[in-house]
């Protein structure tokens, strides 16, 4: 039990981090299904820096090298973001097809740059990030054993993003601005909102959540990089969606999907399962399945923000 | 006498001129958004390798000619799946729908196609058309699942569109390694002899092209018939202009979502049965989407979204992708023209943008010119 809980914390983390990306662009209005792209891009830079970082002669504590990391990442998340939110804030872009872009720029820039600077597409680095224990916290029976044994600090970061995000969007003056512009551009827009400025910083920090989320996900599952994320970026847009927009049920629904992701990659580790004789395929496939089926099943009520993927012109009524 | 006769050249001239440059209007989002693409790639090489960055873009831009007949021929060979899948997205743009699933339907497909080519045992001709038409059906039904699910439940057939590539991607990993792997390249086993496509070998020599070629150019020529010609194709159209307003006029909506999406599918999948009714052609069992299912993205976008434009789009990126392949000699990862593929799709999706942007550029331009012929005419007055 304990170890599908660390198992589970351990996929649903960067499943958090980007779905709230998501979130923050799709709540000002505009699609990011570039999230797989961006993640990817983030953790290539990311990724990159922590191995160099590893490599120095007096390398740094191993935890400062995961921030760096990880913030690195995420300012990389964040300027491509741009590239997305100019073709579509600006030039008025379909938002699916420059999202898409993107998603085709990504794995090609990352074995293209790899193989002309390193000769190889591979970045190794050492992943020994993790805490065996929090002192004091890590004592308390079953919570400290759930959520301090063998835990990354990431968990500790998407929680205090969860936090954020949830109160920047639902107490905050700026969060009804976001969301004025995204449930109904024209009316915020009479209020005096500037919608582009708005709409760029949401894509920005939707971006940025991308690039961290990416990082995170590369350097907790794996001890090398290879030009994916997996499919991260796409599931973390289902999560998004069987959330409904809403903090909260994106925290409900990335645990679900955490929990079907650890049974993909680690049902040998899982008794019962291993049991069931399956094949790989079948249980990688179960977390796309389920996607499918919700989504089947809660698209009728969606509460997608109303002027999602549409184009805003200033005078258009 | 001789006078009329000047006139008639004249005009003939002049009906030509304009042709031209009525065609060169037509093609001037997709010439600057390829322009555009290779001037980034380029510049890309310089910041990577100087010194090889400008043979290199003539490698790129020469490559697929000048080696041959062969090479010519493994172009045709490779632009046909692809001229396919763009076809599909056409169909799929043209009806409102953003058919982003084409992976998943061409290795769907392709799997179909090959479980018939390695186990079924039919007769010469009728093996390899067997294998094509199930791996159309395939392709259609793959296609299909999120035409109903947008149809019934109102899902977004981009999101399960995505879901889809990700299922077909390991089931058809699953059957290849439960029916017919081959242990030793890790891929599926070679296709028998009878369901290969027939090849074109007394045009191109040793290369593997064949029909699907003229296949793909049949199904793009129909394709323009049916939204040119039928009531078919205008229904689809009019529901991908204003749902509402073709349900008004009598049209069933929900249909024309599930058709196109099955039309799309069904092409995709016959672009994914020709892709891998070659022997030698094989589907690997890593779990890497098939990246033929997002060329079609570039296909149609570059090919301005008719199914004739998707023709030349294929051939163009086919060709560009086979100069990708002998710059590698020149020291560069092939990945940089997937790199200029991605810069042109995006470019294309602001190409309004940009035209817009020109022509602002071009009025006042001409206002200044005004204006300022206005101030000398002043002066010299």
């Not at chain 1, 709540?27 to 993640?39: P, Q, W, Y």
């Not at chain 1, 639902?170 to 551009?185: C, D, F, M």
């Given at each position: 039990?304990?170890?599908?809980?660390?198992?589970?914390?351990?996929?649903?983390?960067?499943?958090?981090?980007?779905?709230?990306?998501?979130?923050?662009?799709?709540?000002?209005?505009?699609?990011?299904?570039?999230?797989?792209?961006?993640?990817?891009?983030?953790?290539?830079?990311?990724?990159?820096?922590?191995?160099?970082?590893?490599?120095?002669?007096?390398?740094?504590?191993?935890?400062?090298?995961?921030?760096?990391?990880?913030?690195?990442?995420?300012?990389?998340?964040?300027?491509?973001?741009?590239?997305?939110?100019?073709a579509s804030i600006k030039f008025n872009a379909d938002q699916t097809i420059s999202a898409t872009a993107i998603n085709l720029f990504a794995p090609a820039f990352a074995i293209y740059t790899a193989r002309s600077l390193q000769?190889?597409?591979?970045?190794?680095?050492?992943?020994?990030?993790?805490?065996?224990?929090?002192?004091?916290?890590?004592?308390?029976?079953?919570?400290?054993?759930?959520?301090?044994?063998?835990?990354?600090?990431?968990?500790?970061?998407?929680?205090?993003?969860?936090?954020?995000?949830?109160?920047?969007?639902?107490?905050?003056?700026?969060?009804?601005?976001?969301?004025?512009?995204?449930?109904?551009?024209?009316?915020?827009?009479?209020?005096?909102?500037?919608?582009?400025?708005?709409?760029?910083?949401?894509?920005?920090?939707?971006?940025?959540?991308?690039?961290?989320?990416?990082?995170?996900?590369?350097?907790?599952?794996?001890?090398?990089?290879?030009?994916t994320v997996a499919g991260m970026g796409f599931l973390a847009i289902a999560v998004l969606i069987f959330g409904n927009w809403h903090p909260g049920r994106i925290l409900l629904s990335a645990i679900v999907f955490g929990f079907f992701r650890t049974i993909a990659s680690a049902y040998s580790a899982i008794g019962f399962l291993r049991d069931l004789d399956l094949d790989t395929e079948i249980y990688q496939m179960i977390p796309f399945v389920i996607t499918l089926i919700v989504l089947a099943i809660t698209s009728r009520n969606s509460r997608a923000p109303k002027a999602i993927g549409q184009i805003y012109e200033m005078g258009k009524r | 006498m001789d006078k009329q006769e000047n006139k008639a050249i004249v005009t003939f001239k002049d009906k030509l001129l304009r042709i031209l440059l009525n065609l060169f209007n037509v093609l001037k989002p997709s010439l600057i958004s390829i322009g555009v693409g290779l001037a980034f790639g380029f510049i890309i090489m310089l910041i990577f390798n100087p010194g090889g960055a400008f043979p290199g873009l003539i490698t790129l831009l020469t490559g697929g000619l000048g080696s041959g007949i062969k090479v010519a021929g493994d172009i045709l060979l490779h632009a046909a799946p692809i001229i396919l899948t763009g076809v599909a997205l056409v169909v799929a743009f043209k009806t409102g729908l953003f058919n982003i699933g084409a992976s998943g339907q061409m290795i769907v497909a392709g799997y179909v196609a090959i479980h018939v080519g390695v186990l079924w045992n039919i007769p010469a001709p009728f093996h390899w058309m067997v294998a094509l038409l199930l791996g159309t059906v395939a392709g259609a039904i793959w296609g299909a699942i999120p035409g109903i699910l947008k149809a019934f439940t109102n899902t977004n057939e981009v999101v399960s569109s995505i879901m889809l590539n990700y299922i077909g991607t390991f089931l058809a990993v699953f059957l290849i390694k439960a029916n017919v792997y081959n242990g030793a390249t890790a891929k599926s086993l070679n296709i028998q002899a009878s369901a290969e496509l027939p090849r074109l070998g007394a045009l191109f020599g040793n290369s593997k092209a064949n029909i699907g070629i003229f296949i793909a150019i049949a199904v793009a020529v129909l394709m323009y018939y049916v939204f040119k010609k039928t009531t078919l194709?205008?229904?689809?159209?009019?529901?991908?202009?204003?749902?509402?307003?073709?349900?008004?006029?009598?049209?069933?909506?929900?249909?024309?979502?599930?058709?196109?999406?099955?039309?799309?599918?069904?092409?995709?999948?016959?672009?994914?049965?020709?892709?891998?009714?070659v022997i030698g052609t094989n589907l690997g069992t890593t779990y890497d989407l098939l990246p033929q299912g997002f060329d079609g993205i570039s296909v149609a976008l570059l090919g301005l979204t008719e199914p004739i434009g998707a023709v030349f789009a294929g051939t163009f990126l086919s060709y560009i992708r086979q100069g990708g392949f002998y710059m590698q000699v020149n020291g560069f990862p092939q990945q940089i023209i997937d790199i200029i593929i991605a810069v042109i799709v995006y470019t294309t999706s602001i190409s309004v943008a940009i035209q817009l942007f020109f022509a602002n550029l071009k009025t006042k331009r001409l206002m200044k010119k005004a204006s300022t012929s206005e101030i000398e005419g002043g002066i010299e007055q």
């Open positions: 039990m304990t170890l599908i809980v660390q198992l589970t914390l351990v996929s649903l983390v960067p499943l958090l981090i980007v779905a709230l990306g998501g979130l923050m662009s799709e709540k000002s209005g505009v699609t990011n299904i570039a999230l797989e792209g961006l993640m990817l891009l983030g953790a290539f830079v990311g990724v990159w820096v922590i191995r160099d970082l590893q490599n120095a002669t007096n390398p740094l504590p191993m935890q400062l090298i995961y921030l760096i990391g990880i913030i690195v990442g995420g300012l990389v998340g964040g300027l491509f973001a741009m590239t997305h939110a100019i000769g190889a597409q591979q970045i190794r680095f050492s992943a020994a990030f993790r805490i065996d224990k929090v002192p004091f916290l890590g004592d308390i029976p079953i919570i400290g054993e759930w959520f301090f044994q063998k835990t990354y600090i990431s968990l500790f970061i998407a929680a205090g993003i969860l936090a954020f995000v949830w109160i920047l969007l639902y107490k905050t003056k700026s969060g009804l601005r976001i969301r004025a512009v995204g449930e109904n551009p024209q009316a915020a827009d009479a209020q005096g909102i500037n919608i582009y400025k708005i709409r760029y910083l949401s894509v920005f920090a939707s971006g940025i959540l991308a690039g961290i989320g990416g990082v995170i996900f590369v350097v907790t599952t794996s001890a090398s990089f290879d030009a | 194709g205008y229904e689809l159209k009019a529901s991908g202009f204003n749902r509402e307003a073709s349900r008004y006029a009598g049209m069933n909506a929900k249909r024309n979502i599930v058709l196109s999406m099955l039309i799309s599918g069904a092409i995709v999948g016959l672009g994914g049965a020709i892709q891998f009714l």
